[in-house]
């Protein structure tokens, strides 16, 4: 399309905007109406998604290790496991720290645990390991158990010239490791059902607009069908005839891209000021999105869904009148 047809296109779009004002305005709502349920599921299901990322980054496995077991080989076994793939963090926990946290579990009880300070602490030190992704924690826990095996294997031949005490003698350097298998598997099937879903909600979504919006579009063109006849008499091109209408299409979406941006921002910030204000996001330890993080990419999602669809929805309102 040359130069005079783009400028034609854009100056009829703009004019059909607000001449025909009731129908423009009945698209508008009906764009803002449909993008606010985009936004609210979109909010959710990235919300959703930062939730479990937090939630599970702090889940993993606590390395029990022997008492025999030397510096150099915690060393050694700590550098190891933070080259493995899929770790998040490696922290040792001391025999002391152990008792220390053990006591906070007991609160009022610790008299339980009189006598077992100092050389009497019968609790093992640790490793805690957290991971980055849940579904590799089986592999994780076995190539953890090989090194370990190796470390010990490595320890005992550079003592071969030396008497082994054999009630001190392991063949790993760890004595167990224990892990929230039914947690992270729950987690890992709330991770694939909610992005399921929220995919499935989207797309569903995406059709219900390109259909209402095409049907809403479609009664503008109506009433201007005998124009559209008139132009296709005198030799306009199908082109010629259809950008003015996906112009409008496209400025109609994104006046509602944008205030429906402007509203989903203002319930939001109302909404998340509430909800973390609850005790049960303080004692899960994680955080919402604020909307500053979000605003980035609804912003493109808007930009996206008012322009695509405004083009599909002219597009398809178009079709039957411009057939021959």
């Known amino acids: 399309m040359r130069y005079n047809g783009l400028s034609y296109a854009i100056s009829e779009g703009f004019r059909n905007v607000f001449k025909n004002t009731k129908s423009t305005v009945i698209s508008i709502i009906t764009m ?9 599921f979109f909010s959710i299901g990235v919300n959703i998604n930062s939730v479990l990322e937090q939630v599970q980054m702090k889940q993993g496995m606590e390395v029990f290790i022997w008492d025999e077991t030397t ?7 700590e550098d190891e496991i933070k080259k493995l793939d899929g770790i998040n963090t490696v922290v040792f926990k001391t025999k002391q720290q152990a008792l220390e946290s053990f006591k906070e579990q007991l609160k009022d009880n610790q008299e339980f645990l009189e006598g077992y300070e100092g050389e009497n602490n ?44 054999e009630t001190t003698e392991h063949d790993s350097i760890i004595k167990n490791i224990t892990s929230s298998d039914s947690t992270i598997t729950t987690l890992i099937t709330i991770v694939n059902g909610a992005r399921i ?13 390109i259909t209402i919006i095409s049907n809403t579009i479609r ?3 109506h009433a201007r069908r005998k124009e559209i006849s008139i132009m296709k008499y005198v030799g306009a091109t199908n082109g010629f005839i259809r950008w003015p209408f996906i112009v409008e299409g496209i400025i109609i979406g994104v006046i509602a891209a944008v205030i429906t941006l402007l509203i989903v921002g203002l319930l939001y910030d109302f909404v998340i000021q509430n909800i973390e204000s609850s005790k049960v996001l303080q004692k899960m330890g994680v955080t919402l999105l604020q909307f500053t993080e979000l605003a980035k990419p609804i912003t493109i999602v808007y930009a996206c869904l008012g322009i695509g669809i405004g083009i599909i929805g002219s597009s398809v309102s178009m079709k039957k009148y411009l057939e021959v």
């Open 219 to 221: 009664l503008t063109v």
């Open 32 to 40: 803002i109406c449909t993008m606010f349920l985009f936004g609210i």
């Open 197 to 209: 879903t929220i995919g499935v909600i989207f797309i569903v979504l995406l059709v219900i607009s």
């Open 71 to 77: 510096e150099e080989q915690k060393q050694e076994f």
């Open 122 to 165: 019968i609790l093992p030190a640790s490793f805690v390991v957290t991971l980055t992704d849940l579904e590799k924690s089986k592999e994780i826990e076995e190539e953890i158990q090989r090194i370990g095996a190796r470390i010990a294997t490595e320890g005992r031949s550079e003592e071969v010239d030396l008497e082994i005490d």
